[in-house]
C-alpha cells in the first residue's frame, strides 16, 4: 500500500501488508529523459538493422511498413525489459532506475502493457508534451501511461545507482551542525518525526526557496515559543534534536 502525504515532498512511503514500512524514490524528468535517450538511440539502431536487411521489403510494402515496423520494436522493446528484466530497459539501468508497481512490486505483463500502449499518447506527435506535462504535475512523477498502470519508474537502489544525490546515500546529515537544536512547541508521534528527518536529509536537494514552502506547512505549528527562525531553521533544528544533535 503506497502512503500518500504531500508533506514528504516526491518521496513516496510504501507499506506492505505485513505493515513493514520503505520508500520509493520517484525518478524526476532530467533522470527519466537521459534514460530515453539512450532507449531510443537503441531502439535507432534496431530499426536501422531491420531495415537493412529487410531493406527490399520495404520498398515493395511503402512507408507504411516502415510505421508498422517503429512501432512493433517501440512497444515489444520497452514490455519486454519491463517483464524480463526487472523493469530495467539498458537505458534505466544505466541510469540506475526500475519500472514499479504503485506499491512497489515488480510491474507485471498487464500493467507493462498498458503504460507502454499509451506510451503513444504520452509522445503524440514525437513531442512529448502530454508527458512532460503529466510528470511535472505528478507526485510520483508519472506520466498518463504509468498513472493508467499504477506504475512508478524509480530508483532502482539507492546505495547502488550511480545518479542518485549524494545527499540520500548517506546515513548522516552534517548540514545539520550548521542549525541550532530546537525542541519542537509540543511532542511529535513517530510518523511526524519521520516526516521531519525526510525533510532533514532532503533539504540540500530542494534549494532554499522550496525548502522554506515545504517547511512552511509545520513550522508554524511546531516552532518554540519566542524563535523567529525561517521555517526551514526551525524544522532543521528539530531534526538536531530528534537524531541527538543537542546532547
Not at 506492505?16 to 524514490?25: A, D, K, S
Not at 533522470?31 to 531491420?50: E, M, P, T
Not at 541510469?95 to 503513444?120: E, I, Q, T, Y
Amino acid at each position: 500500500m503506497m502512503i500518500k502525504n504531500p508533506r514528504l515532498d516526491s518521496v513516496l512511503r510504501v507499506q506492505t501488508p505485513e505493515g513493514i514500512e520503505y520508500y520509493l524514490y520517484p525518478a524526476g524528468l532530467a533522470v527519466r529523459a537521459c534514460a530515453l535517450a539512450i532507449d531510443s538511440l537503441i531502439q535507432g539502431i534496431l530499426l536501422l538493422i531491420f531495415i537493412i536487411f529487410t531493406g527490399l521489403l520495404g520498398r515493395a510494402t511503402g512507408m507504411w511498413f516502415l510505421f508498422i515496423l517503429s512501432f512493433v520494436i517501440n512497444w515489444f522493446y520497452h514490455s519486454a525489459f519491463d517483464i524480463f528484466n526487472r523493469g530495467q530497459s539498458p537505458g534505466k539501468k544505466i541510469m540506475g532506475l526500475r519500472v514499479v508497481k504503485g506499491d512497489g512490486s515488480p510491474a507485471n505483463p498487464g500493467a507493462s502493457f498498458l503504460r507502454n500502449l499509451l506510451r503513444f499518447a504520452d509522445t503524440f506527435m514525437f513531442l512529448y508534451l502530454i508527458a512532460f506535462i503529466c510528470i511535472l504535475v505528478s507526485p510520483g512523477f508519472r506520466r498518463l501511461g504509468d498513472w493508467v498502470a499504477d506504475t512508478l519508474v524509480v530508483y532502482a537502489d539507492k546505495d547502488q545507482s550511480r545518479f542518485i544525490s549524494p545527499a540520500l546515500r548517506r546515513p548522516d546529515m552534517p548540514w545539520l551542525s550548521d542549525f541550532p537544536a530546537l525542541s519542537p512547541s509540543r511532542r511529535l508521534g513517530y510518523k511526524e518525526k519521520q516526516a521531519v528527518l525526510m525533510f532533514a536529509r532532503r533539504y540540500p536537494l530542494l534549494g532554499k526557496a522550496r525548502a522554506g514552502e515545504v517547511a512552511g506547512i509545520w513550522a508554524e505549528e511546531l516552532r518554540p515559543e519566542g524563535n523567529d527562525a525561517p521555517a526551514s531553521a526551525v524544522l532543521l533544528g528539530i531534526a538536531r534534536t530528534i537524531v541527538g544533535g543537542a546532547k
